[in-house]
């Protein structure tokens, strides 16, 4: 055994992978270490790591995993920035890459224990205690780990695809809301089988906003992205220009699907991230003169200068909104200022209009029931009643009474992936059908028990499409 040895230490994290031993982080004797080391169990030799890259800051009681030939490291103490995001390293690259968590406000990944299960890291528990606060403890959460490799621009040419399925484009039941990010709203499409899709030369890759930055880079590596990205209508979708090589070679992985598969790693990712192949021979698309924000902003100006109210009232007016099916939700903090009241309906028919909405809501504190039900007024239209798209998969709802859970989703779309033919699920806390409807629809699940206790969900549970 060689004298190259990590020091004396504890609350470090280790991991196994083939015939080696990883260990990063700790407590020393009177510091917090930051360096990686490995044990070779059949030289029983230890060695300093030397990788390529920023190295992740000296930590704690955090999270190591494995998963395929990387390395990640992501919470523990101190609590701070690093501890927000994800360290990967490639093994076989030998370098660092840093991606922020989306969750890492919302958890206290400290003590934390994880798993990796298929392309999931399943997280459970953790926390720690705050003599002023009592003690916090983490929820458990799944994160879905593929686009984080994807975004590293390493990806195994073993890669298998699943769920590769192309999905006709979903057409809202009202008028598509205009996106609110700087990208271009652009006309709905005709839709065209993929056996088609070759010999058109106007050929798009829809992906759901949450994965478009890895569908970008990854179409960026195949040399496929002809043009500048555009926003769909429902705003919910990023619609990419690519090449008819790229469509004919997602056709021959279609084609190859139960037989082999290709060896461009694109590909499977993309399948797997819901990629859906659209068709549009209108030419290039022309972007908007004004962006939804600023076309806002400068109506209720001109109605706030007829009226003679204060122009700092603009302060207020939201820069970013969601969307629930044709329903824009306005976040809790804007129009707060009582002197919005006195112009009624005008104000927000004027907003609903320079956003393109058919309905608009504001959104309110949650009510602290049981039940945690929604408080969300419905400003301009009939009612909450809405249908609302969220990886192919549509949930109807009342708005009004029901919240719809914005997390989970890299779960949701694991548990879709799922094979559960002939299989009887039992969802102990089914909602509005979170993980009912993917389970189902998707996972092909023989009968699926969903038990829930708010009458509103399960209202929304029975009038499910």
């Not at 279609?254 to 993309?270: C, V």
């Given at each position: 055994m060689n004298?190259d040895w990590p020091?004396?230490r504890h609350?470090?994290?280790?991991v196994a992978?083939?015939?080696?031993l990883?260990?990063f982080g700790?407590?020393?004797?009177?510091k917090?270490?930051?360096?990686?080391?490995?044990?070779d169990?059949?030289?029983h030799r230890?060695?300093?790591?030397?990788?390529n890259?920023?190295?992740p800051r000296?930590?704690?009681?955090h999270l190591m995993?494995?998963?395929k030939h990387?390395i990640?490291i992501m919470g523990?103490?101190?609590?701070?920035k690093?501890?927000k995001?994800?360290?990967?390293t490639?093994l076989?690259l030998r370098?660092w890459k840093?991606?922020?968590l989306?969750?890492?406000?919302?958890d206290?990944?400290?003590r934390?224990t994880a798993?990796v299960?298929?392309?999931?890291?399943?997280?459970?528990?953790?926390g720690?205690?705050?003599?002023?606060?009592?003690t916090k403890f983490?929820?458990?959460?799944?994160i879905n780990l593929l686009?984080f490799?994807?975004?590293?621009?390493?990806?195994?040419?073993?890669e298998k695809?699943q769920n590769?399925?192309?999905?006709k484009?979903?057409?809202?039941?009202?008028s598509?809301?205009?996106?609110n990010?700087?990208?271009?709203?652009?006309?709905q499409s005709?839709?065209?089988s993929?056996e088609?899709?070759?010999?058109?030369?106007?050929s798009?890759?829809l992906?759901e906003?949450d994965f478009?930055k890895v569908?970008?880079d990854?179409?960026?590596?195949?040399?496929?992205?002809?043009?500048k990205?555009?926003?769909?209508?429902?705003?919910k979708?990023?619609r990419?220009?690519v090449?008819?090589?790229?469509?004919?070679?997602?056709?021959?992985?279609?084609s190859l699907?139960?037989t082999?598969?290709?060896s461009s790693d694109?590909l499977?990712?993309?399948?797997?991230l819901?990629?859906t192949?659209?068709?549009n021979?209108a030419?290039?698309f022309?972007?908007p003169?004004?962006?939804p924000?600023?076309?806002?902003?400068?109506?209720?100006?001109?109605l706030?200068?007829?009226?003679?109210?204060p122009?700092d009232?603009l302060?207020e007016l939201?820069?970013?909104?969601?969307?629930l099916?044709?329903?824009v939700?306005?976040?809790?903090?804007?129009?707060?200022?009582?002197?919005w009241?006195?112009?009624?309906?005008?104000l927000?028919?004027t907003?609903?209009?320079?956003l393109?909405?058919?309905q608009?809501?504001?959104?309110?504190?949650?009510a602290s029931?049981?039940?945690?039900?929604?408080t969300l007024e419905i400003l301009v239209?009939?009612?909450?009643?809405?249908?609302?798209?969220?990886?192919?998969?549509?949930?109807?709802f009342d708005a009004?009474?029901?919240m719809?859970?914005w997390v989970?989703?890299?779960?949701k779309?694991?548990m879709?992936g799922?094979?559960?033919r002939?299989?009887v699920v039992v969802d102990?806390?089914?909602?509005?059908g979170?993980f009912?409807?993917?389970f189902l629809?998707?996972?092909?699940?023989k009968?699926v028990?969903?038990?829930?206790?708010?009458?509103?969900?399960i209202?929304?549970l029975?009038?499910q499409?």
């Amino acid at each position: 055994m060689n004298t190259d040895w990590p020091a004396a230490r504890h609350s470090h994290a280790m991991v196994a992978t083939e015939s080696q031993l990883f260990i990063f982080g700790g407590c020393g004797t009177d510091k917090v270490l930051g360096e990686l080391f490995s044990f070779d169990v059949r030289t029983h030799r230890w060695q300093k790591e030397q990788i390529n890259g920023k190295v992740p800051r000296a930590r704690f009681s955090h999270l190591m995993f494995v998963y395929k030939h990387f390395i990640g490291i992501m919470g523990g103490c101190p609590v701070n920035k690093a501890c927000k995001e994800i360290a990967l390293t490639d093994l076989k690259l030998r370098a660092w890459k840093h991606m922020p968590l989306n969750s890492a406000g919302k958890d206290l990944l400290v003590r934390s224990t994880a798993n990796v299960v298929d392309d999931s890291l399943v997280i459970v528990g953790g926390g720690a205690a705050c003599y002023a606060f009592g003690t916090k403890f983490s929820e458990p959460l799944t994160i879905n780990l593929l686009p984080f490799i994807s975004a590293t621009g390493v990806i195994s040419r073993n890669e298998k695809a699943q769920n590769c399925d192309v999905e006709k484009p979903y057409v809202s039941r009202s008028s598509d809301v205009p996106s609110n990010d700087s990208a271009e709203a652009v006309p709905q499409s005709h839709e065209s089988s993929i056996e088609s899709e070759t010999g058109i030369s106007h050929s798009f890759v829809l992906l759901e906003r949450d994965f478009a930055k890895v569908g970008k880079d990854l179409l960026k590596n195949m040399d496929d992205l002809t043009r500048k990205a555009y926003s769909r209508e429902d705003g919910k979708h990023i619609r990419f220009p690519v090449t008819n090589k790229f469509c004919s070679l997602l056709h021959a992985e279609k084609s190859l699907e139960k037989t082999a598969r290709l060896s461009s790693d694109p590909l499977p990712t993309l399948c797997k991230l819901g990629a859906t192949i659209i068709m549009n021979d209108a030419g290039e698309f022309r972007k908007p003169s004004h962006p939804p924000v600023k076309i806002m902003r400068e109506a209720v100006a001109s109605l706030l200068k007829r009226q003679d109210m204060p122009e700092d009232l603009l302060e207020e007016l939201p820069a970013r909104w969601e969307r629930l099916g044709d329903i824009v939700v306005l976040p809790e903090s804007s129009f707060k200022n009582k002197m919005w009241d006195s112009l009624g309906n005008e104000l927000w028919s004027t907003v609903a209009k320079s956003l393109g909405a058919c309905q608009l809501a504001q959104q309110g504190r949650v009510a602290s029931t049981g039940t945690r039900d929604s408080t969300l007024e419905i400003l301009v239209g009939e009612n909450g009643w809405v249908e609302h798209r969220e990886n192919g998969i549509v949930y109807s709802f009342d708005a009004t009474k029901c919240m719809f859970s914005w997390v989970n989703l890299s779960e949701k779309l694991r548990m879709a992936g799922m094979n559960c033919r002939d299989e009887v699920v039992v969802d102990l806390f089914a909602g509005i059908g979170y993980f009912v409807l993917p389970f189902l629809v998707r996972a092909n699940a023989k009968l699926v028990y969903a038990c829930e206790w708010n009458p509103n969900a399960i209202e929304a549970l029975r009038l499910q499409p």
